[in-house]
């Protein structure tokens, strides 16, 4: 029993050298789940992740945020901000953070990311801009040439995905 264990040691240790070196697995350009937008002005949102599947919403929102929580091959299953989720080919989503504002009422972007900081405007909900840095609770957001704070509770497409 003892004679058994160094032959078979040697052995795997022939047999690994024997094996054409692999690679180490590529490191995903993004681990699912991440945050994406739109990059196209109108994008199909599919039921199967092909062509041939028949397509559940056409989206015409560049922009929109969606999150990425599935890969195969050239196709991502989203999730819109609504929690729709569907498939749609690679190539028109952006790695572009954007956000949206939610709730039932405007969102205040303020001057400086605090509560108390003065208003600058009020972002209405289901508007869509880019996403900066959050801090404090609030994030930098710009809708064209219209930037401030909102408070990131009022923000779709921050955090953690």
Do not use: H
């Not at 264990?5 to 050298?17: D, G, I, K, V």
């Not at 989720?85 to 400086?112: C, H, N, Y």
């Not at 009020?122 to 869509?128: H, I, K, L, Y």
Request: glycine share 10%.
């Amino acid at each position: 029993m003892s004679r058994i264990r160094p032959l078979f040691r040697t052995l795997l240790a022939c047999a690994a050298l024997a094996l054409p070196m692999l690679p180490a697995p590529a490191i995903a350009e993004e681990d699912v789940p991440y945050w994406v937008s739109l990059r196209a002005d109108e994008a199909n949102m599919r039921v199967g992740p092909s062509e041939s599947y028949p397509i559940e919403w056409v989206y015409q929102r560049k922009g929109l945020p969606m999150r990425v929580v599935r890969k195969l091959s050239g196709w991502r299953l989203v999730e819109d901000p609504d929690g729709t989720r569907g498939w749609i080919v690679s190539r028109f989503l952006s790695l572009e953070r954007t956000a949206m504002v939610i709730g039932k009422d405007p969102a205040p972007m303020r001057a400086q990311a605090v509560a108390d900081g003065k208003v600058l405007w009020r972002a209405e909900p289901g508007v869509s801009g880019s996403l900066g840095d959050c801090r404090n609770g609030y994030c930098r957001f710009a809708v064209g040439e219209r930037s401030g704070w909102i408070a990131q509770r009022r923000l779709w497409g921050v955090g953690k995905p």
